[in-house]
């Protein structure tokens, strides 16, 4: 019985450790400036805006306190590391996430070619 108590043990903490292996591989930090983190998401969360502003707000929460920004591309070889930007790094962001607490503001904003999309509140 101690056994298999610990067979379960071990498979639980394994399935964790798996897990947030995969969410730090879909969304993780690049590079930044000052209080502006700069993102790569997997292909496939960016593609879905409900998931993503879930995920940025989560970042948010964990990363920082009243006020954030990310700026989020698919293609980390495409990304920008530090400020200022290339109009190629401008271009291929596919999102934007800006919090502020204060003013509660809580917005996803999703981009095309450096112009906003869609936003996603």
């Known amino acids: 019985m101690r056994a298999e108590s610990g067979l379960v043990a071990s498979l639980v903490f394994l399935a964790s450790v798996s897990v947030a292996y995969s969410a730090d591989a879909d969304f993780r ?34 990363n920082r306190t009243d006020w954030c920004k990310l700026l989020i591309w698919s293609d980390g070889k495409k990304a920008a590391k530090k400020l200022p930007m290339t109009d190629a790094q401008v271009n291929s962001q596919v999102a934007s996430y800006e919090r502020n607490k204060a003013t509660g503001l809580d917005r996803l904003r999703i981009l095309k070619n450096g112009d906003v999309v869609k936003d996603v509140e």
């Open 29 to 62: 930090r690049i590079g930044g400036q000052g209080k502006v983190d700069f993102m790569v998401a997997s292909p496939v969360l960016a593609k879905d805006t409900t998931k993503l502003h879930k995920v940025a707000k989560e970042y948010a929460n964990k």
